[in-house]
Nanobody
């Protein structure tokens, strides 16, 4: 399973940015897919995850109401729309996938895309 993120960049505080991830090598519909992030000097943390079974989505408390994750099964693509960005959202964002469902130890990871939020 291969995951390739795109769409990171620099945005001002309060702004919006969308990132995406194309997944290949497995039937996308059967994968739980999600986003993690890692800020400089901090541990990696889960951001959101969408199940394969019913498409339900879970979010970390620190992004609820600001970030929206979605998936397009026809295009094998995962999206993360980030609104009202804050400097503390600055991190490398990783696309992840797992055959067994959403969990903290997702099986497959992309290389990450950097999101920088300036104050």
């Amino acid at each position: 399973v291969q995951l390739v993120e795109s769409g990171g960049g620099l945005v001002q505080s309060g702004g919006s940015l969308g990132i995406s991830c194309v997944v290949s090598g497995f039937n996308f519909e059967d994968l739980a897919v999600g986003w993690f992030r890692q800020a400089p000097g901090k541990e990696r943390e889960a951001v959101s995850c969408i199940s394969a079974s019913d498409g339900s989505t879970i979010y970390a408390d620190f992004v609820k109401g600001r970030f929206t994750a979605s998936r397009d099964n026809a295009k094998s693509t995962l999206f993360l729309q980030m609104n009202n960005l804050k400097p503390e959202d600055t991190a490398v964002y990783y696309c992840t996938a797992d055959k067994a469902g959403c969990n903290y130890g997702m099986d497959y990871w992309g290389k990450g895309t950097l999101v920088t939020v300036s104050s």
